[in-house]
């Protein structure tokens, strides 16, 4: 317990905007331990469930605000901030609030307040947390006039099992055949949205800001030329398509979990060593024009991996390289964006981007191993209330 008491107090030091967030993190999770119990006791030391069962049952039924009133007692104080700063720690984060929210359904209306206090702390919250709690929180949103609704599937696939962009095998099983032409990529886009929408409920905007694409957060707006297409063939081909594509996540015995992997890359870049070493093994360009591999080039090619490994899209990857560059040089490197990614994607004839394409593959999928590595360590570590 005197690990998140020290880091507490570290944070008084700290610029007061992040500091904040990070304690409204803890007191929405605080009220997440209390309105779960019993199921969050193998988070709770052990010597405090006592006490900690005491707090919970003075809380009784009632409001929100009830649920949010702080402990008088300074051990369950301290089991409660342990345990809170340790599930904001975890990898599966909207895992487990969404798995305990879910079972929750059956109970009192009251118990299931964490979510409306939640909402009304929403703008304090980190953006971490406000990610991770989107599945759950939404699914007890009633259905309103800005398209706000509950989750249309409680069973199946979750929402971290859908990249933001759909697989390639995903669309061309179930909707090349729709023949979208130029509009395939933002149907590819809309279709995971949808899915996490289904899913977790809530607005399109919330499934986009759930996923990464939507830099904004408002609402989510259809490319112009995707709303034609979907004015002019309607629903009646691209719902039911998707619904197919649905049923075949549902059967998927192990799904990938996508949230996890943009969750550990967030803020991920290539570093200038790795850089290094992965040009080092690029076979020579003969004559005097040679390859740019400056920062630049690390950038682009960290994108690139980025998508690689999180199945969405370079345009919303990382870009620490980038902001760290005077204003002018970011309007120059923008100018040249595109056409790096497309040589990469499809390098043809050019030999560097060849072999270049082929190592960054390589490092791509060493890193997926790494991630994955890491959670099933970190799952065995900590294994999930009430599993053995």
Known sequence: MITPQRQLLDLLSHPAEGAAAQFTDLRVINAFLCSIWPASRDMIAPSAHEAVADHVQTLGVGTNLTLDRPPTDPIVTASLLAAASALLDVPDLDEVLTRHTRETRGRSVSRTHWTQLFDRHRSS??????????????????????????????????PENVPALLEQDWYDKHLTPLDPGAY???????????????????????AADYLGINPKSGQYVLSAGLRRWLRDHGPAQFIPALRNLARDLDAVPTPVNYRRRRVALRGWSLTRDTWQEITDRLPPVPGHVQPSLGDRKRQEVSAFIWAQVTHGEPLFAPRTIEAEQPEELRKAWLNQRSSTWAKLAR????????????LLLQHAEHLTQ????DADALRSQHPRPGST
């Open 125 to 158: 919250c980190s953006a971490t947390l406000r990610q991770a709690t989107a599945p759950s929180t939404r699914s007890y949103r009633r259905t309103g006039p800005r398209g706000v609704r509950a989750p249309d599937r409680i069973d199946g696939y979750r």
């Open 184 to 206: 395939a990529k933002s149907m590819r886009r809309l279709g995971a949205i949808l899915l996490v929408q289904w899913a977790a409920g809530g607005a399109k905007g919330d």
């Open 347 to 358: 390098p043809g004839r050019i030999h560097h981007f060849t072999a270049l394409r082929r």
């Open 370 to 373: 790494e991630i994955e590595t």
